[in-house]
């Protein structure tokens, strides 16, 4: 994962941005499948992300039965592109390492469609997230 400062400002050709979107990504039926295995299977695959893709992956956290994602990205990346991005590859790549997850899940689906975000900045306070 990348070491970003709270108050670095990253600036593009056109723009300057203090951007971090925390996003939280519900386990399906929030069963507790989040081992050890898998989350190291998470943070591997975040990191393929980032260097695959212009997303800086910052700080992955999980619960049990959910994921919590710091990332950054210029704002002309849409949110929506991150969030299929990494829910995509990242539940691929569960299932391919792991097939036994997808037979305890209601439907295969291993994250529920839905997901919450909230943008962490200059004036947001670190401490909380």
């Known amino acids: 994962m990348a070491d970003q400062r709270e108050d670095e400002v990253c600036k593009g050709a056109h723009c300057a941005w203090h951007i971090h979107y925390h996003i939280v990504f519900p386990v399906n039926c ?4 989040l081992d ?4 190291a299977m998470i943070q591997d695959t975040a990191a393929e992300i980032a260097a695959r893709f212009p997303i800086e992956m910052e700080v992955i956290g999980t619960g049990t039965n959910h994921i919590h994602l710091l990332c950054s990205a210029h ?4 949110l929506g592109w991150i969030v299929q991005i990494f829910k995509r590859l990242t539940v691929r790549e569960i299932f391919r390492r792991k097939p036994a997850v997808k037979r305890v899940l209601w439907g295969g689906e291993f ?3 839905g997901y919450n975000v909230a943008t962490v900045g200059a004036r947001a306070n670190w401490q909380t997230v």
């Not at 929030?30 to 499948?33: D, G, V, Y």
């Open 30 to 33: 929030r069963k507790a499948l």
């Open 36 to 39: 050890e295995g898998v989350i």
């Open 75 to 78: 704002p002309k990346i849409a």
């Open 111 to 113: 994250l529920t469609d």
